[in-house]
């Protein structure tokens, strides 16, 4: 199902002993458009410091009481990585954060998850390994795939999806306006759209932008440019903020800007 990320702030996070704290955060990878991990602020009895915690662990989301649900236990969230969350997380660090948990990886293969999983599948359906023991083995094990992943010269940043709502977007012929949210798909982690406010340019109107639209992201200049005209957009269905959109509605989007296929969503361009 579609949400808006801005859904996720604030939900308490349970572990399978107790409370941990409350989610603050996403981090997605900016190659394939999906959450990697939930940035979560424990409370005092974890040290009151941000983790992370991948939607690999999820056991339940409950919406209607506001509460994820993970099959971690307090004790295993306390003992967790330092992780600097005011920077981007590098391939490095989300490999340590697996390997932590005892979660494979191999994120930049054709399932998303290690293990088995793919975009669609339910959380409670995901599989985790066991791993080597040991100091040693760990640390040989994370640095293994780390130089994989190296030697193949993938080496994508995770980025905020915080930080990325307000940066601007550019079509093929000037400036639309800037992202106001992002959608996801609740099962898969997902981002399927933007929501793209306009109010600089048509009266408040919020259109949505899919990943495969995007031509690139400039983390500098806080930029996203789209392989659309300013025209398209602004003649493209509008959003209604308070209804999420249909899969008709869906349908008539991509016919719109020439996509009839209905293009898989989940993903998009390789972005530097």
Not at 202 to 209: A, E, F, K, R
Request: with cysteine; hydrophobic share 40%.
């Amino acid at each position: 199902m579609l949400r808006n990320v801005n859904d996720l702030y604030g939900l308490k996070v349970v572990a399978t002993n107790g409370p941990i704290g409350e989610i603050k955060d996403c981090f997605f990878d900016d190659q394939r458009w999906a959450i990697r991990f939930f940035v979560v602020e424990t409370d005092q009895s974890l040290g009151g410091r941000k983790i992370l915690i991948p939607p690999i662990a999820v056991h339940e989301l409950d919406w209607a009481a506001k509460l994820l649900s993970i099959s971690l236990t307090r004790e295993r969230v306390k003992a967790s990585p330092d992780v600097d969350t005011s920077r981007p997380v590098s391939r490095q660090h989300e490999l340590e954060q697996f390997s932590f948990y005892g979660y494979s990886h191999h994120g930049d293969d054709a399932q998303l998850w290690g293990g088995g999983p793919q975009f669609g599948m339910s959380p409670d359906s995901y599989e985790s390994v066991e791993l080597p023991t040991g100091e040693r083995t760990q640390a040989a094990y994370v640095e293994r795939l780390a130089k994989l992943h190296r030697d193949r010269g993938d080496d994508p940043h995770l980025r905020s999806c915080r930080a990325i709502q307000r940066y601007h977007i550019h079509a093929t012929d000037g400036d639309i306006g800037h992202v106001e949210s992002l959608l996801l798909d609740d099962e898969a982690w997902a981002i399927r759209y933007l929501v793209v406010d306009t109010s600089d340019w048509w009266m408040g109107h919020q259109m949505l932008v899919a990943p495969p639209w995007i031509a690139d992201i400039s983390w500098l200049d806080a930029t996203v440019s789209v392989d659309l005209t300013r025209q398209a957009v602004k003649d493209a269905p509008t959003y209604d903020a308070k209804a999420l959109p249909s899969p008709e509605q869906e349908r008539g989007l991509f016919e719109h800007y020439g996509h009839s296929d209905h293009v898989n969503l989940v993903a998009g361009p390789p972005l530097a």
